[in-house]
């Protein structure tokens, strides 16, 4: 009898020949093939060329929703470009001026972002572009918000609570006693080798001090319901953790210094937490035994949905950004 969803699967699926050469490793792909295979198979396969009007169904409803934002993860993103910029922007003002200017600055470049978010929600960029600003939320319609104006309200709402407490916050005084020429903005991926395999790491905001480097990373939640409530595995790092260690590393390497710290900035309503550490380097061994396990299951001609199972988690399934392609695969 004709397997309809195996065919659909190799219909849909890249097939280029995938090699140890061509191959690259990141946290963010460590976690979803832990966590969950479909998950990991839909985004790093199946939504693969999906961005082309001639490619199949699947691939191209795949390759949609590997661009969906959750709305924490938007506000996290709004926080860490527009600084930033801003701090770009601070190399040119007197240091007895650049507390006001850097929240001046910082108001007026995530103002600006929210425009422009405005803009790309009312005219539905994104269905001609998946890659343009598309919500979770409005995408499956879970009820959270009922339209793009009601994320607006609610962006200019949180940043209003950031801004009641940033000026007093140890995040404020640490970017303000650091020099401001120290701090680097990368404007892409980051990329290190470990042994022959790339290994990519999310671009963040780290000064290079004369003692080290330190990190900000930032965790903004509306409200406690967004906190991420599923588990991971003790004997796997959660994919924050991990990009930390993977920072670690890479600074390490290249600044020759032992001294990597990560300063977090956790927002949560109105609640402020903030915290510094000092993550160890990731070890190699970690990314070559996960980067050997996941070239020995790339998907091909003879594979079925069988060897991709999804999560055993049903918590996880309620916020994947892929549980429409995963249940289509299903029918």
């Known amino acids: 009898m ?59 409803k795949a390759f949609t929703e590997k661009y969906l934002r959750t709305f924490p993860a938007w506000l996290t993103e709004l926080l860490t470009e527009s600084l930033s910029d801003t701090l770009l ?44 600003l598309s919500f979770f939320d409005l995408y499956y319609r879970t009820g959270r918000f009922s339209s793009g104006r009601e994320i607006l309200a609610q962006s ?5 609570d950031f ?13 303000l006693r650091t020099d401001v020429l120290a701090w680097r903005v990368p404007p892409g991926f980051l990329l290190m ?7 990519y790491l999310r671009p963040r905001i780290y000064a290079l001090a004369g003692d080290g480097v330190t990190a900000l990373s930032f965790a903004l939640f509306p409200s406690e319901e967004d906190r991420p409530k599923v588990s991971y595995s003790s004997s796997e790092p959660s994919a924050e953790s991990l990009a930390d260690s993977l920072f670690a590393s890479y600074a390490s390497g290249r600044f020759n210094t032992e001294k990597v710290a990560t300063f977090i900035f956790t927002l949560c309503g109105r609640d402020v937490e903030e915290d510094a550490f ?54």
């Open 278 to 331: 000092l993550p160890s380097p990731a070890p190699e061994s970690l990314i070559l035994e996960s980067a050997a396990e996941m070239l020995a299951h790339l998907p091909s001609s003879r594979a079925s949905l069988e060897d991709f199972p999804p999560s055993p988690e049903v918590s996880r399934c309620a916020r994947c950004p892929f549980q429409g392609t995963c249940s289509y695969l299903e029918c």
């Open 193 to 199: 080798k470990c042994k022959s395999i790339p290994v």
């Open 89 to 132: 922007q601070l190399r040119s003002v007197p240091e007895h001026k650049r507390k006001e200017e850097l929240i001046r600055t910082l108001k007026l470049r995530l103002s600006h972002r929210i425009f422009l978010a405005e803009t790309f929600l009312m005219e539905r960029k994104d269905l001609t572009d998946p890659k343009k």
């Open 156 to 160: 200019k709402h949180f940043f209003r």
């Open 163 to 175: 801004f009641a407490c940033f000026p007093s916050s140890t995040l404020l005084e640490r970017i």
């Open 2 to 60: 004709h397997d309809f969803r195996k065919s659909v699967f190799q219909a849909a699926l890249w097939l280029r020949d995938i090699s140890q050469e061509t191959f690259s490793w990141s946290a963010g792909k460590h976690r979803l093939f832990h966590t969950c295979r479909r998950a990991y198979l839909i985004r790093y396969y199946i939504a693969q060329g999906g961005w082309d009007t001639s490619a199949s169904q699947i691939a191209r």
